[in-house]
């Protein structure tokens, strides 16, 4: 089975500067690998995803996240933030292979940006 | 073309009621997830079905809880005697025919309360 830990449940910064949200998982066998942005009271969308080749993922609104398999970790990156930015964000993954159908997900990271 | 629609977004009901929950996933989509996002957790599978198949029930209690995609029609989840561990956010997606969580569209959810 596979798991996904999300080591931050809240994270304040300031407009402009830099943010890091971390994500890592666990799992037996290769996955993919997701973020998505869930602002308050609507649905989940796709930031980025993970399926193969470069480990340097581009994904809408400015983030990108890498890749390290040796660190088993997916972390995700914006270099400026902006007040548009605050939504809880999520981490899942999916086996690379029969069931992957089924996202599993972190517990979410609060992402606040303060003028 | 519209994306996942569901319906409602806000659902109150008393325990012991019944709750229905629908889903019309995206035009030229096949496929339907149900997941269920409790206070302060990360989203958890449910169900993944097909038209008129249950593909995969393994997250759904065993009790209480079935769900539907007939030929004709909206995704139902449909959830007996509700209790108050019930209340959540439930989220519809839908995918492409052999894209599985590579071509995920979330619907916005239905916010269920039990009282």
């Known amino acids: 089975a596979q798991s996904v830990t999300q080591l931050d449940s809240q994270v304040p910064v300031f407009e402009e500067a830099p943010v890091e949200l971390r994500c890592n998982y666990s799992?037996?066998?290769?996955?993919?690998l997701f973020w998505y942005v869930q602002y308050p009271n609507q649905g989940l969308q796709l930031l980025l995803k993970?399926?193969?080749?470069?480990?340097l993922v581009k994904g809408i609104n400015g983030f990108e996240a890498e890749f390290n398999k040796s660190q088993t970790s997916f972390h995700l990156r914006k270099p400026s933030v902006h007040i548009s930015d605050t939504a809880e964000y999520f981490c899942?993954?999916?086996?690379?292979?029969?069931?992957?159908?089924?996202?599993?997900f972190g517990k979410g990271t609060l992402l606040t940006v303060n003028p | 073309n519209a994306g996942v629609m569901q319906n409602p977004r806000h659902l109150v009901r008393r325990r012991g009621q019944e709750a229905r929950l629908r889903c019309s996933p995206m035009k030229g989509h096949s496929h339907v997830y149900w997941y269920r996002q409790l206070p302060e957790e990360g989203l958890k599978f449910m169900v993944y079905l097909q038209k008129e198949n249950i593909i995969d029930e393994s997250g759904m209690p065993k009790e209480r809880f079935s769900a539907e995609f007939p030929k004709e029609g909206p995704s139902i989840l449909r959830i007996q005697q509700v209790v108050r561990g019930d209340s959540a956010a439930y989220f519809c997606?839908?995918?492409?025919?052999?894209?599985?969580?590579?071509?995920?569209?979330f619907g916005s959810g239905t916010r269920l309360t039990v009282v």
């Open positions: 899942a993954v999916s086996v690379s292979g029969g069931s992957n159908y089924k996202l599993t």
């Open positions: 993970y399926l193969s080749g470069s480990t």
């Open positions: 799992s037996s066998v290769s996955v993919y």
């Open positions: 997606a839908s995918s492409p025919l052999l894209e599985g969580s590579h071509g995920y569209t």
